[in-house]
């Protein structure tokens, strides 16, 4: 940090693809928004290449991801980082957290907690995971753990203690159950973690780390200040947030984006076939995701300057975000 530079006016975002394929045009919405954000207030954009899950991540996909962002004029302001090469840092936030009580080991498969909720009458949603019911919140009872997972109950009843009566200066509160959040474009947003996810994964039963846990340090390993990012993950949120809390790192601003949506109506994304960005034309794979964001379309379409059009953009994107909120 410079002299003279405070925290509130210090910005570092980040766009952090997982690595198992190309970049399509969903994905360049994301990074471009990110990369316009970071820009309008005058901060860095670092990429980070969540690699976390190996099984799905496909050999030579990060550096292509690094050099079809390079073609759209989007070039991160230092070396990127793979979460692969992480791990001891997650290993050392998992250790805090169940040192202070708020994770512990699950013996549970996905059929032991469908078989848990069929007993309560619920049955899974298409596309939805069915929340965790908490069987091994209180002891594993001579099973063997296969998981780690965060006592969301737990932690959200001392959290609400600590809050009460306090004037609150971080972005997100505890009321009634509620995690409530501001989203800079989504306004407040809530959700009731216990009820809707249940105490999630930090450690998977194949021994990988859980992205909830990954991205939480790794932004706070980062300093990242603002995440922007699609909303498809905007129900991410409440988890990071109480992570964050838990470990006492600060909690970024966040802004999610449209989703590109495919003839099906659903989200574009690599599971559901989605092409790769075609970039013999960079400009207009980039005109398309600016379209989705709400920017103004070039006075000159034929202009195949990026760094002009980027410009127009980012002057476009700080008159709709004049500022993190």
């Not at 994770?103 to 007993?119: F, H, N, T, V, W």
């Amino acid at each position: 940090m410079t002299t003279g530079e405070s925290a509130a006016s210090r910005y570092i975002g980040r766009f952090a693809p997982s690595p198992t394929g190309p970049l399509h045009a969903g994905s360049l919405v994301a990074a471009l928004a990110s990369w316009l954000d970071a820009r309008a207030h005058g901060g860095q954009w670092l990429v980070r290449i969540e690699d976390v899950d190996a099984p799905r991540s496909v050999p030579g996909a990060a550096e292509f991801i690094l050099q079809q962002l390079a073609t759209c004029g989007l070039v991160p302001d230092a070396p990127p980082q793979w979460q692969s090469a992480r791990g001891a840092l997650y290993q050392r936030a998992l250790d805090q957290l169940v040192s202070q009580g708020h994770a512990y080991p699950c013996a549970c498969s996905r059929k032991d907690i469908e078989d848990a909720q069929a007993a309560l009458g619920h049955a899974r949603e298409r596309h939805a995971a069915l929340p965790y019911p908490g069987t091994c919140r209180h002891g594993l009872h001579g099973r063997v753990g296969r998981s780690w997972r965060f006592n969301v109950t737990d932690f959200k009843q001392k959290w609400a203690l600590a809050l009460d009566g306090k004037s609150l200066v971080a972005i997100n509160s505890v009321a009634n159950h509620l995690l409530q959040w501001q989203d800079r474009r989504l306004g407040l947003q809530q959700q009731d973690v216990a009820s809707t996810v249940g105490d999630f994964v930090l450690r998977r039963a194949d021994g990988l780390w859980a992205y909830q846990l990954a991205v939480v340090v790794d932004d706070a390993d980062q300093g990242i200040t603002d995440v922007v990012r699609g909303a498809d993950l905007a129900d991410n949120t409440p988890r990071q947030i109480l992570l964050q809390q838990s470990l006492g790192v600060p909690t970024p601003r966040y802004l999610h984006t449209p989703l590109v949506c495919g003839d099906n109506g659903e989200k574009l994304s690599k599971q559901n076939g989605a092409q790769a960005l075609d970039l013999t034309q960079p400009l207009h794979a980039l005109s398309n995701a600016a379209r989705v964001l709400g920017l103004p379309p070039l006075a000159h379409p034929n202009n195949n300057c990026i760094s002009d059009a980027l410009a127009l953009w980012v002057a476009a994107w700080r008159r709709n975000y004049n500022g993190p909120s």
